[in-house]
Structures are given as C-alpha cells and as structure tokens.
C-alpha cells in the first residue's frame, strides 16, 4: 500500500540550532516527493521538490532534502532554525502514473524556542 | 508564480444548508483540481479529483451525493457541501497540477452548527 510516515508529530528546537524533519515513503512507482509548509488557518506552501536527478535537493526559506531511494527516505532539513519557522510540516508522494494525486504525511508541528 | 484563489477562507453555515466553496486558477488553466480535507491536527486526505468538462472521480468513502464538483470551465472548479451536518466542519483545501508540481488554494474552514 501507498503510504508516507512522518514519525514526529511535534518537534521543539532552540532558534538557530539545526533541524531535521523525518519523512519515509511506501511507494510502488518512482515516487515524486514533495515538502511543505501549512501556517495555522492558510494553505500549503511548497518547500521543495523531486523529481529526478541530483539526490540532494534545495529549497526555499534555507530549506533541503535529501531522497535516499535505498532508505525510502527523503528527511527535510535546515542548518538554522528562525523563530518564523514554526509552522506545520508536511511531506507528500506522488507518481505521474498515479493521476498526480499526492499522499501525505501525517505531518510535523514545528516549535521554536527563543 | 500560478496562483489558486479559494473563496470563501472560513464560512459558518446551519445544519442541513449547503455551502458552495470555489477555486479559482489565475493566470492559467486548471484541467484538473484536487479537493482535499483536513481535520483539525490531520493530515490532507484526498476527496475527489475533478477534471474540466467531466465527471469528478471521488475517492473511496466520499459521498458524491453529498460533495459535489463541479469543473464547468478550465479556470473555475466549485465544491458544494450538501445538507451539511457537524462532521462535516472540517478545513477544505483545492489544488492544481502546475509546472511539475502543485499549486494549493489557502483553504476553507467550515463551521456547521
């Protein structure tokens, strides 16, 4: 079955520490993968994206991922974390065979603390 | 950049009225729209897809009797919430396939009392 786990439903860092945000995918077809980041009450703002190509993969706002096919993995990350940061995160699948429908994850509650 | 405009952001509605709620793609054509649903501290789970000039595909345990979609032009795709109940209240969110990847619409939060 098609599926995306975020295994941290919240998270809390310091403002200015690194940050490293767990997505694993179950996914039949070569995966599309997806980050992004929901405001409370807004939509969804893509982060970043794969498709193909170069395995580690930049972003907006300081943001990269790096898809590792052999892990299923694809981990969201930042050097630095800004207060304006804390958001909801999530990560999402999709395939070009598939209709373009995505499956996300559960997704992540990112805290910053002063 | 595409951008989707959702109209309205948040709407109270009584029980059993409808609520229509509307995506609209500016500077492109949107053949297809996603419909999504959110519950509060969830996940997105994909209602329906909806295609211009046909019939929505819905996803396994939607009531397409109760949500309806309509996709009647290439720029306008509409969701209407029919004889609306409390479980109902829930964040509703459209989406479009643009260049490569997918553009959202900032969502509706509706209220059913």
């Known amino acids: 079955a098609q599926s995306v786990t975020q295994p941290d439903i919240h998270i809390t860092v310091s403002e200015g520490a690194s940050l490293e945000l767990r997505c694993n995918y179950s996914?039949?077809?070569?995966?599309?993968l997806f980050w992004y980041v929901q405001s409370p009450g807004q939509g969804l703002q893509l982060l970043l994206k794969?498709?193909?190509?170069?395995?580690l993969v930049q972003g907006i706002k300081g943001f990269e991922a790096e898809f590792k096919r052999s892990q299923s993995s694809f981990n969201l990350r930042k050097p630095s974390v800004h207060w304006s940061d804390a958001a909801e995160y999530f990560c999402a699948v999709g395939a070009r065979n598939q209709g373009g429908k995505l499956i996300f994850g559960q997704g992540t509650e990112l805290s910053v603390k002063p | 950049g595409a951008v989707v405009s959702q109209h309205p952001s948040r709407v109270i509605c009584k029980s059993g009225t409808s609520v229509k709620i509307e995506c609209r793609s500016l500077?492109?054509?949107?053949?297809?729209m996603f419909w999504y649903r959110q519950f509060p501290k969830q996940s997105l789970m994909l209602m329906a897809t909806s295609n211009e000039g046909s019939k929505a595909t819905y996803e396994q345990g939607v009531e397409k009797d109760k949500f309806l979609i309509n996709h009647a032009s290439l720029t306008l795709s509409t969701l209407t919430v029919t004889s609306a109940h409390p479980e109902d209240s829930s964040f509703y969110i459209c989406s479009a396939p643009t260049g490569g990847g997918y553009t959202f619409g900032s969502g509706t939060r509706l209220t059913v009392v």
């Open positions: 794969y498709f193909s190509g170069d395995t």
């Open positions: 996914y039949g077809a070569t995966p599309y």
């Open positions: 500077d492109f054509q949107a053949t297809t």
